[in-house]
């Protein structure tokens, strides 16, 4: 009984016939590479040190807001209509840079402003658990609440640009250290404990079961919505931790930028799939694929294009991925 | 299928569930289906008592012309929910709808080449999900989001970096001009263009064999197609068909604004959405419909117009519209969940992770 269980428990498998690696492991990591090769070489400053900090602290927004929306897809379950989806983190992350610089400029200390501005994040998210918990399409119940953060952001800033100043903001964004900028670090570090949660602990693999096979989960004795509950929480927590990143690095909340980041937090959530063997959304690939849409920014930019073309690549990119992936689970049938 | 499945996320939690999709079925009425118009009826209530502008017949056909454009693009996308997918990309339609006519009749061509380039181009949009959707197999809701992220480059494209086209009124042809502004009985064009929509797209739908195929194509693929309905087809048109009435809507859009600007049509995504699962709560099967999606449109429109009346700020309207549909929706869910299912909630989860903690306990001391 135990060893017909086991294969399960050690990796979720989507499909029987995953299981051999092959070529197609490797292509996601080839195709990055080859990209990343062409900006190399199309231009000079793309590979010296300080690019690479740019870009580790350009991709530590949608990095560490992508890591809390994987988690939401690892439990529910990666079919966006009807599974694990938060529409509302990048309104959550505007919402929470916004309180946070508020704070600020009334004259609380740094840490302290954070706080408030993961705490209010962290009640849109247990507001989102509840309603889904309590069986609303996750779709619609992060609609709804897309909404009231995006708004609320409106109002507690008048849709006016909130700067924040202080050494305490200066010391979040200037600060490097071994080379590699702080909110660098901090993205690293989440991804290494998501990647230990998810990866390694009994409650990683409950919350891929509950997300992969929600009725033979239940009939194994787990409660999904216990999981799910927890991962959006989760999700809205770490988008407010981005959102207090994205003011320290543009030294004010600036209003409606929730609306921008949510599309590259989706994307880099589920580029994380190509990272992955059997094509699921991990942790780990959450994080490389939020460096490599920062570096794809950074090096089509470095290479001239027009900022209206690398709003049609990143399009393109998705498509890419998803038929890639696609392709390869109508092969496994 | 499970009543509320529309909104419901179909996992459902319920080890009992499938006895009890069927005492729903069996239950003479659910309470669940009176949540939208009654939340219909008591934003009419709450704004005339605290307007006296809000009821008047001006003021409320005034509204009708303001959903009109709302109207259309959430019929749209009722379609394409019925065919059991979704469409984001639908204002990348309305804005390509907009953008070709405006373009056209800038050019000086005549009004129906305006209204049919417009059209032809929103046709392209729905051609490109379609093939997205059903020859590669993406999930639609991914596959219309990154159609939404290239049809936003593609607009900024083609206007050189996103110039609005402006249209100086006396040189638009009268023929395009009457789309979107003219008056016909002292009724709106854009709501008459919006109605007749609503009332074909409703006929469609409701009595043609066509309207239950896409039903079931949408509800029961696999069962739909073992029973020898060409699905594929039937959801290709559902895409192809949104994406014309969201082009129309451009078109609408850009003879009322005389010109066009670029992105206007993403602002109308969310409450379309919002619209179309609203209309879902009032069917008995969770079902969308072109009824409820004008409810849906109509609680928005009055919400927003009210709001406007008592003056409270465009800020504070959002948050509003968000706190009204997550209430809608969670009533709905949970007045039409059946009895005879054991309770969920924060008290059902805690007493069920205690059960769960339990029974875990038991069994790790068995396995010992």
């Avoid at chain 1, 702080?182 to 990647?195: P, R, S, T, V």
């Amino acid at each position: 009984m135990s060893a017909a269980i086991a294969p399960a428990n050690e990796a979720p498998a989507r499909s029987a016939q995953g299981r051999k690696p092959g070529l197609a492991a490797w292509i996601g990591y080839a195709g990055i590479g080859a990209v990343l090769l062409l900006f190399a070489f199309g231009s000079p400053f793309f590979l010296t040190a300080s690019n690479i900090a740019t870009i580790l602290t350009q991709a530590s927004v949608f990095g560490i807001a992508g890591v809390g929306l994987a988690t939401v897809i690892i439990a529910g379950g990666d079919d966006v209509l009807n599974g694990g989806i938060d529409l509302s983190t990048g309104a959550v992350a505007g919402l929470s840079g916004t309180v946070t610089a508020l704070a600020a400029a009334a004259g609380a200390p740094g840490l302290v402003s954070v706080l408030y501005g993961v705490l209010v994040a962290t009640a849109i998210g247990i507001v989102n658990g509840l309603s889904v918990t309590l069986g609303l399409r996750p779709l619609l119940a992060t609609l709804a609440t897309m909404g009231v953060a995006a708004s609320l952001e409106l109002v507690f800033s008048q849709n006016l640009k909130i700067a924040v100043s202080g050494s305490f903001f200066e010391a979040a964004r200037a600060s490097v250290f071994l080379g590699i900028p702080l909110a660098a670090w901090l993205m690293i570090i989440i991804g290494a404990l998501g990647w230990w949660v998810y990866g390694k602990t009994s409650w990683g693999v409950n919350s891929y079961a509950v997300g992969q096979n929600p009725t033979a989960a239940q009939v194994a004795g787990l409660d999904p919505r216990r999981y799910r509950l927890a991962s959006y929480v989760l999700s809205s927590a770490l988008a407010g931790l981005a959102g207090t990143l994205l003011v320290a690095r543009l030294s004010a909340a600036v209003p409606g930028i929730g609306m921008q980041i949510l599309l590259d937090i989706i994307l880099v959530a589920y580029m994380s799939m190509i990272f992955s063997r059997r094509r699921l959304v991990s942790v780990v690939g959450t994080v490389l694929a939020a460096v490599f849409v920062a570096a794809l920014d950074n090096g089509l930019t470095l290479l001239g294009v027009a900022s209206q073309w690398v709003g049609a690549a990143k399009g393109l990119l998705i498509l890419l991925v998803l038929a890639s992936v696609t392709l390869r689970g109508r092969k496994n049938r | 299928m499970n009543p509320a499945q529309t909104l419901a996320a179909p996992p459902a939690p319920a080890p009992g569930s499938p006895t009890a999709s069927s005492a729903k079925k069996r239950g003479a009425f659910q309470t669940s289906r009176l949540v939208a118009p009654g939340t219909l009826a008591l934003i009419l209530i709450v704004f005339s008592v605290l307007s006296p502008v809000f009821f008047s017949a001006g003021n409320l056909v005034g509204i009708l012309g303001q959903v009109a454009l709302l109207a259309l693009v959430a019929i749209g996308l009722t379609l394409v929910v019925r065919a059991g997918g979704i469409d984001l990309s639908i204002g990348v339609a309305l804005d390509l709808g907009a953008l070709a006519s405006a373009w056209l009749i800038h050019d000086g061509y005549r009004a129906w080449v305006a209204v049919a380039g417009g059209l032809l181009f929103a046709l392209a949009v729905g051609l490109v999900n379609a093939l997205l959707i059903v020859v590669l197999r993406i999930p639609a809701f991914l596959a219309t989001l990154s159609v939404w992220f290239v049809g936003t480059s593609v607009q900024q494209l083609l206007t050189s970096g996103g110039a609005p086209i402006y249209l100086s009124a006396p040189l638009v042809p009268d023929g395009f001009a009457v789309i979107g502004r003219g008056y016909f009985l002292d009724v709106d064009a854009a709501v008459i263009n919006a109605a007749s929509i609503a009332v074909a797209v409703a006929l469609l739908l409701g009595i043609t064999r066509y309207g239950r195929k896409l039903t079931m194509a949408g509800e029961q693929p696999s069962a739909a197609k073992i029973s020898g309905l060409r699905i594929n087809a039937l959801i290709i048109s559902a895409y192809l068909l949104c994406a014309v009435i969201a082009g129309f809507a451009g078109v609408v859009l850009a003879a009322r604004s005389n010109g066009y600007v670029p992105g206007s049509g993403q602002a109308y995504l969310m409450d379309a959405i919002g619209a179309v699962f609203i209309g879902a709560t009032i069917s008995r099967y969770g079902r969308v419909s072109v009824g409820g999606t004008l409810i849906g449109v109509v609680i928005f429109g009055l919400l927003d117009n009210g709001l406007n009346l008592i003056g409270l700020s465009f800020f504070w309207q959002d948050l509003a519209r968000g706190l009204v549909l997550l209430a809608i929706l969670l009533a709905a869910v949970v007045l039409g969940r059946s009895k005879g299912q054991p309770a969920t909630g924060i008290f059902a989860l805690l007493r069920t992770a205690q059960r769960q903690a339990q029974s875990t306990t038991v069994k790790g001391s068995t396995r010992q």
